[in-house]
């Protein structure tokens, strides 16, 4: 199963090289986003700070940009019709991990949580997790449109990854209720690595979807 290694839009080169793009601006906002949460935990909300998310925000924006022509194209141009409503699917739960990146970023700048230095440390890893799970997502939807054949190495990582995740997050959590920090400081610190953490559950349910919908592209 899964040996088709042909270019899904082999006769569509515009329209794949959208997709890629945006597969691209998924990585990005990925990289990003670990820069951004690694200047907080060191400076607050800083210069640097408002700069990186002045940045994940264009990154959101020019993806969402591109869905919008990509869905335009697949709609008006006819391109794929069996795969159409597939593919439409796929990029807009690509676009939900996008904009969980920017959602989370913001809240961040909002908030300006207060974390213990002591958990730095632990956060940033959650985040680079999440960060990781994203990516091997992204990785694993661009070879469903290049190369069937590494949708299931790359969705076998982001399975384990969120599990590594759901492992982090859990202790963290447990960590935090358990110190001597003021209840509020412990609920905003937890619903904060809730929001860090349900990165990688979307990740996880985009890949249910898409080994769904390899397994149908390869019959």
Same mark, same amino acid.
């Given at each position: 199963?899964?040996?088709?290694?042909?270019?899904?839009?082999?006769?569509?080169? $515009?329209?794949?090289?959208?997709? =890629? %793009?945006?597969? /691209?601006? +998924?990585?990005?906002?990925?990289?990003?986003? *670990?820069?951004?949460?690694?200047?907080?935990?060191?400076?607050?909300?800083?210069?640097?700070?408002?700069?990186?998310?002045?940045?994940?925000?264009?990154?959101?924006?020019?993806?969402?940009?591109?869905?919008?022509?990509?869905?335009?194209?697949?709609? $008006?141009?006819?391109?794929?019709? =069996? %795969?159409?409503? /597939?593919? +439409?699917?796929?990029?807009?739960?690509?676009? *939900?991990?996008?904009?969980?990146?920017?959602?989370?970023?913001?809240?961040?700048?909002?908030?300006?949580?207060?974390?213990?230095?002591?958990?730095?440390?632990?956060?940033?890893?959650?985040?680079?997790?999440?960060?990781?799970?994203?990516?091997?997502?992204?990785?694993?939807?661009?070879?469903?449109?290049?190369?069937?054949?590494?949708?299931?190495?790359?969705?076998?990582?982001?399975?384990?990854?969120?599990?590594?995740?759901?492992?982090?997050?859990?202790?963290?959590?447990?960590?935090?209720?358990?110190?001597?920090?003021?209840?509020?400081?412990?609920?905003?610190?937890?619903?904060?690595?809730?929001?860090?953490?349900?990165?990688?559950?979307?990740?996880?349910?985009?890949?249910?979807?898409?080994?769904?919908?390899?397994?149908?592209?390869?019959?």
């Amino acid at each position: 199963m899964f040996h088709i290694s042909v270019s899904l839009f082999a006769q569509t080169r $515009t329209l794949e090289n959208k997709i =890629d %793009l945006f597969h /691209d601006k +998924l990585l990005d906002i990925s990289m990003t986003f *670990k820069k951004v949460i690694q200047i907080y935990l060191s400076e607050g909300r800083s210069n640097d700070f408002r700069k990186t998310s002045k940045q994940i925000k264009q990154i959101e924006h020019d993806a969402d940009n591109l869905r919008r022509e990509i869905e335009n194209r697949l709609y $008006t141009q006819n391109l794929i019709p =069996d %795969l159409r409503a /597939d593919v +439409l699917h796929l990029v807009e739960n690509l676009d *939900k991990v996008i904009n969980k990146f920017d959602e989370v970023t913001y809240k961040f700048f909002i908030e300006r949580p207060e974390i213990p230095q002591e958990y730095h440390s632990r956060i940033f890893e959650l985040c680079d997790l999440t960060a990781s799970c994203a990516e091997n997502m992204a990785k694993a939807s661009r070879a469903f449109f290049r190369d069937l054949s590494s949708v299931r190495d790359y969705s076998q990582k982001v399975y384990f990854i969120e599990h590594e995740s759901d492992l982090s997050s859990g202790r963290l959590r447990e960590n935090i209720f358990d110190s001597d920090l003021p209840l509020a400081n412990k609920i905003q610190i937890s619903n904060f690595i809730n929001e860090i953490a349900d990165i990688a559950d979307i990740a996880e349910d985009f890949i249910d979807e898409l080994l769904i919908f390899t397994i149908k592209r390869d019959i």
